[in-house]
Structure formats: structure tokens, C-alpha cells
């Protein structure tokens, strides 16, 4: 009896000894994980945007909708900021639920031909940065240009981001548009904008920053459009968008940039 109360006893101590170095294990994969490995929006305390406290001022993501797959919506609600709307019915872009292929993640579907959604805020000076998620759903229903995001709509102030006929993305703050040599097409990138007057630049997909030649302008902006121009009635844009932001100032940058780049990789990747 007593040679097996001390077998249990040492077998005890070494089963809790394997659990305790499996947990260890466990905890470093975690630690250490890639962004193949590791989905940022679902473990507790993972950096988001609003991690970005006060200087973060609009922020739509689609996994904040409710609304079931395929359904027109008035209403974008925004986490962070304004909640976007559009006034008509054939404005209403659609929900769709399982928008990035092998998750289920709902994203916003603009026609290119009617749908939009627009806010107003409190005015942003630069510089700033617009941050997005999104992809090209097709091309036979945008003209050659098209707006991806305006300002709000007939606002005096600009700050918008249009593919043109080169088709190029470019930028225009209030002196002129230009461009970056990027195209955007039918797969899922993410997109930093800094606008900056000459400073503005560009970081697709985490990779390095592409600068324009000169400055697009200076102008503050009171809100944004998506799906159009400001005008609410040309260049229309037939994208799907799973989120969309803006930052002010560029402190962030130097912080949080990875954090950010790292985090919209892990949403669709």
C-alpha cells in the first residue's frame, strides 16, 4: 500500500509538471503568432483601431452591421464617429455576409451606378489619414473615373481618393490630383492615405510608402462620401468596403502603424 500511495504521488507531480510546460507552450504560439496564425478580432484585448484613443475620429467596419446577408441598407453605424447614411432607395448599398472569401465577415456592396453613403463631422484639418479596406467588385458599371472616397457631400472643402482613367489611384485636397502608380482591382488590399500637402503619401498592404510628386492641396474636410462624388449624382463606384477610417494627425504613424497594418492583414487574411 505504501509503494502505490507513492507511485500516485509521483505520477501526480509529473502530470502536473506536463500541464504546466504544455500551458507555457501554448502561451508562446500565441506570443509569437503570425498573421496567418493569429485572427486579431477574435482574442480578447487584441489592438484594433479604436485602440487609437481620441485620435481616431470616424471608423465603419462591416462585422459592426447586424443586418442578415443581402439586404439594401440605409444606414452604415459607425463605432467610432458618425453613422453613414444615404436619403434615397436606390442609394442603399447592400450588406453581404460572407464578403472575403473563407470568412464570414460582412462587408458593404456599392453598384457603382446609384449607391452611396455620406456623413458630416466636425472639421479635420491635415494632416490626416484615411485608412480602408477594400477591392474592386467589377468595371462595367464605373466610367472611366471614378470616386472612391469623397468629402462630405457639397462640402467647399476637399479630400478625396479617385482611380482615373489610367487608371491610377490619386488624391486631390483642394490644388490638384496625384497619382501614386497603383491601380486597385477584384482583391482585397488595405490602403493608408496621409494627407499631408507635399508630405502625402501612400502605404498599400504594408508595404513602403509611395509619395506624390507635389501637393494635392491643404484643405480640412467636414465629413466623407463613399460610392461617389460629393455631388451625390457622378463617378460612382462599384466597390466592396469592410472598413473605412480616418486618423488625425501622424503621430500614430510612428506608434502604431504596424499595429494597424498587422491588424487590417488579419481581418482578410
Same mark, same amino acid.
Given at each position: 500500500?505504501? =509503494?502505490?500511495?507513492?507511485?500516485?504521488?509521483?505520477? +501526480? %507531480?509529473?502530470?502536473?509538471?506536463?500541464?504546466?510546460?504544455?500551458?507555457?507552450?501554448?502561451?508562446?504560439?500565441?506570443?509569437?503568432?503570425?498573421?496567418?496564425? =493569429?485572427?486579431?478580432?477574435? @482574442?480578447?484585448? +487584441?489592438? &484594433?483601431?479604436?485602440?487609437?484613443? !481620441?485620435?481616431?475620429?470616424?471608423? *465603419?467596419?462591416?462585422?459592426?452591421?447586424?443586418?442578415?446577408?443581402? @439586404?439594401?441598407?440605409?444606414?452604415?453605424?459607425?463605432? %467610432?464617429?458618425?453613422?453613414?447614411?444615404?436619403?434615397?432607395?436606390?442609394?442603399?448599398? &447592400?450588406?453581404?455576409?460572407?464578403?472575403?472569401?473563407?470568412? +464570414?465577415?460582412?462587408?458593404?456592396?456599392?453598384?457603382?451606378?446609384?449607391?452611396?453613403?455620406?456623413?458630416?463631422?466636425?472639421?479635420?484639418?491635415?494632416?490626416?489619414?484615411?485608412?480602408?479596406?477594400?477591392?474592386?467588385? #467589377?468595371?462595367?458599371?464605373?466610367?472611366?473615373?471614378?470616386? %472612391? %472616397? $469623397?468629402?462630405?457631400?457639397?462640402?467647399?472643402?476637399?479630400?478625396?481618393?479617385?482611380?482615373?482613367?489610367?487608371?491610377?489611384?490619386?488624391?486631390?485636397?483642394? @490644388?490638384? /490630383?496625384?497619382?501614386?502608380?497603383?491601380?486597385?482591382?477584384?482583391?482585397?488590399?488595405?490602403?493608408?492615405?496621409?494627407?499631408?500637402?507635399?508630405?502625402?503619401? =501612400?502605404?498599400?498592404? !504594408?508595404?513602403?510608402?509611395?509619395? @506624390? #510628386?507635389?501637393?494635392?492641396?491643404?484643405?480640412?474636410?467636414? !465629413?466623407?462620401?463613399?460610392?461617389?462624388?460629393? $455631388?451625390?449624382?457622378?463617378?460612382?463606384?462599384?466597390? $466592396? /468596403?469592410?472598413? /473605412? #477610417?480616418?486618423?488625425?494627425?501622424?503621430?500614430?504613424?510612428?506608434?502604431?502603424? *504596424?499595429?494597424?497594418?498587422?491588424?487590417?492583414?488579419?481581418?482578410?487574411?
Amino acid at each position: 500500500m505504501k =509503494l502505490l500511495s507513492k507511485l500516485l504521488i509521483l505520477f +501526480a %507531480i509529473t502530470l502536473a509538471l506536463f500541464l504546466q510546460d504544455h500551458a507555457k507552450a501554448v502561451d508562446a504560439t500565441v506570443t509569437n503568432a503570425t498573421a496567418t496564425t =493569429l485572427n486579431a478580432t477574435r @482574442v480578447s484585448g +487584441a489592438w &484594433t483601431p479604436a485602440s487609437l484613443g !481620441g485620435s481616431l475620429v470616424q471608423w *465603419v467596419w462591416g462585422d459592426f452591421m447586424t443586418t442578415n446577408d443581402a @439586404v439594401a441598407v440605409t444606414r452604415w453605424n459607425a463605432k %467610432i464617429g458618425t453613422d453613414m447614411t444615404t436619403d434615397t432607395t436606390t442609394g442603399r448599398p &447592400t450588406v453581404i455576409t460572407n464578403g472575403v472569401s473563407g470568412k +464570414a465577415i460582412r462587408v458593404v456592396r456599392f453598384n457603382g451606378t446609384a449607391n452611396y453613403l455620406t456623413n458630416v463631422f466636425g472639421t479635420q484639418a491635415q494632416p490626416f489619414t484615411m485608412f480602408v479596406q477594400m477591392r474592386q467588385v #467589377g468595371d462595367s458599371a464605373m466610367v472611366a473615373n471614378y470616386r %472612391i %472616397i $469623397d468629402s462630405a457631400a457639397l462640402e467647399a472643402g476637399r479630400a478625396h481618393i479617385r482611380r482615373d482613367s489610367t487608371p491610377n489611384l490619386t488624391i486631390y485636397s483642394g @490644388v490638384g /490630383f496625384q497619382g501614386f502608380g497603383d491601380t486597385p482591382n477584384t482583391n482585397w488590399s488595405q490602403y493608408i492615405f496621409v494627407f499631408d500637402g507635399a508630405n502625402s503619401r =501612400l502605404s498599400k498592404d !504594408g508595404s513602403g510608402w509611395l509619395t @506624390v #510628386g507635389a501637393s494635392p492641396g491643404t484643405d480640412t474636410i467636414h !465629413g466623407n462620401t463613399l460610392g461617389v462624388a460629393q $455631388d451625390l449624382a457622378t463617378e460612382f463606384s462599384q466597390m $466592396d /468596403f469592410e472598413q /473605412f #477610417g480616418i486618423i488625425s494627425g501622424t503621430n500614430w504613424l510612428t506608434t502604431d502603424y *504596424v499595429n494597424m497594418t498587422n491588424y487590417l492583414h488579419l481581418r482578410i487574411h
